[in-house]
């Protein structure tokens, strides 16, 4: 098995690592000026075993990232997006392009820029492409970590519904600090933690992107989403509210909606979990790729040895966007997966 490590943190600049961690259930916390939470990783093979594999309902999984927390501003949910991000192009072998494919297929929202020859990315909108994902009210967040396999669990999501009533609520700012310690107090109550870095906070200039312009008014206008009321039919925008959504398949294909994603705001209430666990990456005997049909890469053969990060960020405004800045914006967790020398 090739030499890895595993690093996790509230962006790539504020990574430490979490090798030791690894296939042990136990979180280490991410904390920012934009989001808190808490992140598991597991691979199998790599630093012992664990009984999350064994689990009838992850056989056939090799790898899983877990997140639980909550974004300290509000963000439609067409705004968060998780996926992958490099600091240089990559060298991408001749077939990749069936790779992108299986891609697309599993997550019909991909977005990507693969062969940039800046900064490669593949994104989408983090509800509609997580496998398993469970959203809570933060006065009720799920047991992190827990012994049995995380299922979608949306049945409070209505409360994250945006009617366009112009209701008034705390302020984000105001929700954030009087909540502060309901995820920790839950998660120390179940585990210890370990910590992935030192607290990360934005830059001057980061956080005037946020309270100047566009952005401002953007978020004083989900800062008056309607907790605890009935949603309407129908907002607006035309977008029914995310009820009956049981199944990973019924949430993934309301949020395959735009007009439905940016119907849901989360905010410093809403407590979000998430299992990203699939099969098709292997990392023990080889770092190999495995696709439907036969098809597999071995993937030391093209890694240059940069970090593959999977991230979770802001959607970035196109007036932000520029020919020399980041394709995506600001971070709200990060795990990378670097070569050891």
């Known amino acids: 098995m090739p030499q890895l490590r595993v690093l996790a943190g509230p962006d790539p600049n504020h990574l430490a690592s979490i090798t030791h961690l690894v296939n042990t259930n136990t979180p280490c916390k991410v904390s920012s000026d934009h989001f808190e939470g808490h992140i598991i990783a597991n691979i199998k093979g790599f630093n012992g075993s664990t009984e999350y594999f064994e689990r009838d309902d992850r056989k056939g999984v090799t790898w899983s990232i877990q997140v639980q927390g909550r974004f300290l501003q509000p963000h439609s949910a067409d705004d968060i997006l998780f996926g992958n991000t490099f600091e240089r192009p990559l ?5 990749s392009g069936a790779a992108l494919k299986f891609m697309s297929y599993i997550d019909p929202n991909l977005l990507h820029d693969l062969t940039s020859q800046t ?14 994902f469970a959203h809570s009210h933060k006065s009720r967040p799920p047991r992190f970590p827990s012994t049995s396999s995380l299922t979608d669990d949306n049945s409070q999501l209505s409360l994250a519904y945006h009617d366009d009533e112009d209701e008034d609520v705390d302020s984000p700012l105001s929700s954030a600090s009087s909540s502060t310690s309901s995820l920790s107090s839950v998660s120390s109550e179940h585990s210890t933690h370990s910590g992935c870095s030192g607290h990360s906070s934005s830059s001057p200039s980061r956080k005037s992107r946020s309270s100047n312009g566009s952005k401002s008014s953007k978020i004083k206008s989900l800062s008056k989403v309607a907790r605890g009321s009935r949603p309407a039919s129908r907002n607006r925008n035309g977008a029914p509210p995310p009820v009956n959504l049981h199944t990973a398949v019924q949430r993934r294909n309301y949020f395959s909606v735009s007009k439905n994603r940016k119907s849901v705001v989360f905010g410093p209430e809403d407590i979000i979990t998430t299992d990203f666990c699939y099969g098709f990456l292997e990392f023990a005997p080889s770092l190999t790729l495995r696709l439907p049909g036969g098809i597999s890469f071995d993937l030391l053969r093209y890694w240059d040895g940069q970090p593959v990060r999977f991230m979770c960020c802001e959607r970035k405004d196109a007036a932000e966007s520029s020919a020399d800045s980041e394709p995506w914006g600001r971070s709200f967790w990060c795990v990378a997966i670097e070569l050891v020398d």
């Open 119 to 132: 900064k490669p990315w593949a994104l989408s909108p983090l509800v509609a492409t997580m496998p398993h």
């Open 91 to 95: 060298h991408l072998p001749w077939g």
